[in-house]
């Protein structure tokens, strides 16, 4: 089969490529190359196949419909996935009336999500946080600063966005500190901003990863949350909840904001939603959707038949298989497991994670104040996972984290397997 497959180089190298392995399908956690190898995805396709890959009950229900329908456009037609879907996620938060607009990317929810709270405020100006990935297009490329590569050769940028400081604990600049007792001066930096860039009464809302993602896998400190959302409210400003990684069990709830009992304006969703077919959307206060007035937005494909479907069975899945309790657990396991490796390797400065979201920070012992990152030891520990059949990504700013995401099936002898896989790695590594 390979022989008659065209050249790699047919891909252009815009897409930078991690493995050079081509696979052929998948099962679980494992995915399976075209020459029989079994890796272990703990890539999850950067956290999309929370329900693991091919999950019998979704593909059947994406076959299923896809011999019925395979496009029912949203302005034109109704139809039943869509309706069911429609319903069932207006229902994940607690609180509302809830109601939800589905898309297609995890960029396009966020654009939608601004779009949304400039129209519902009236204001023009959007914060985001540093070290917050939110996508490679417009908008949510310009509220992106988790590294340079994702909007620097981009500009003019899309204006009325401003960054403020994330409470990065590790990184603190008066010293890594546990965030049980966090000393960050992340509200300081917020307050500045308001006093010698813009007005909040000019902010239409501030966007934040309940945990942050791409820029390192940031759990935040506990307050920090409830705390930003008693802020945003004190000035008028809607809180967007990005949970395009975080979402669907990913961290032990079925949504982040969850574990603080936060409650944002418009929450972000996309990746675990639909098993990996192509599909997103936004939740948000009825009254504030409301507020959108008709076809100001929308899509050709947003909401796409099949690709409900699918979100319909990985939900039913998430439920009866028990998935957000089995991320916690499994969550736990790692954490603990990995923190263990951290007492053996000095090369690990930090270990954090919630649910089954986990990472390792590397830095140089002894070098500078003991924080200094050290990226070429995560690539080295990467890629002697990778030859042990353990397929994990990297993350950070500095690319010196290196971050877990498996399939929220994963079981319990998986996760020792690849506990014993990253033991031997950090040795081969030299951590
Ligand atoms: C938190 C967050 N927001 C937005 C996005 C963008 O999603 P997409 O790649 O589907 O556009 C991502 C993708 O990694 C993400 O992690």
């Known amino acids: 089969m390979t022989a008659t497959l065209p050249d790699r180089s047919v891909v252009p190298p815009v897409w930078g490529r991690i493995f050079n392995i081509a696979v052929d399908h998948g099962e679980g956690s494992w995915l399976v190359t075209t020459d029989g190898e079994r890796y272990l995805d703990y890539t999850s396709g950067i956290g999309v196949t929370n329900t693991g890959h091919a999950h019998p009950r979704v593909v059947k229900a994406v076959q299923d419909q896809a011999a019925k329908l395979l496009h029912g456009q949203q302005n034109i037609v109704y ?148 705390r930003l959302r008693e802020l945003t409210r004190k000035h008028g400003i809607l809180l967007i909840a990005d949970e395009v990684q975080t979402g669907f069990g990913r961290t032990g709830e079925i949504f982040a904001v969850r574990h603080w009992d936060v409650e944002p304006d418009i929450l972000v969703m996309a990746k675990g939603i639909a098993s990996g077919l192509p599909l997103s959307g936004i939740i948000a206060r009825r009254e504030i959707m409301d507020k959108w007035p008709v076809s100001s937005h929308g899509g050709t494909y947003g909401g796409n038949v099949v690709s409900c479907a699918a979100a319909n069975a990985t939900l039913d ?49 002894g070098e500078g104040d003991g924080r200094v990152p050290d990226s070429a030891l995560t690539k080295r520990v990467q890629a002697a996972c990778f030859n042990r059949k353990l397929m994990l990504l990297t993350a950070g700013t500095n690319v010196n984290v290196v971050r877990i995401i498996p399939p929220l099936v994963t079981t319990e002898a998986e996760v020792d397997q690849a506990l014993a896989i990253i033991g031997e790695a950090l040795v081969e590594a030299g951590a």
């Not at 609180?95 to 929810?109: I, K, R």
């Not at 899309?158 to 049980?180: F, L, M, V």
Request: contains cysteine; glycine residues 10%.
């Open 79 to 226: 139809h039943e996935p869509g309706l069911r879907l429609y319903e069932r996620v207006a229902t994940l938060l607690p609180g509302g009336p809830w109601s939800a607009f589905l898309s297609n990317s995890g960029a396009e929810a966020v654009e939608a999500a601004v779009k949304l709270a400039r129209v519902a405020t009236g204001r023009p100006v959007i914060i985001g946080f540093r070290y917050s990935f939110h996508g490679r297009i417009g908008n949510a490329m310009a509220l992106t600063a988790a590294k340079d590569v994702y909007r620097a050769a981009f500009e003019p940028l899309p204006g009325s966005i401003y960054h403020t400081a994330y409470p990065y604990c590790y990184r603190a600049s008066g010293g890594a500190h546990d965030p049980a007792a966090c000393t960050c001066d992340w509200e300081e930096q917020l307050d500045l901003l308001f006093h010698q860039m813009i007005y909040p009464e000019k902010v239409a809302a501030i966007i934040v990863e309940p945990v942050m993602g791409e820029g390192g896998y940031l759990v935040p400190p506990p307050d920090f949350l409830p």
């Open 317 to 365: 899945v998430i439920e009866s298989e028990d998935l957000v309790a089995n991320a916690r657990a499994r969550g736990d396991q790692f954490l603990a497991g990995l923190r263990a490796l951290a007492a053996k390797h000095p090369a690990i400065g930090d270990v954090r994670g919630l649910g089954l979201m986990v990472a390792l920070e590397f830095v140089k012992p």
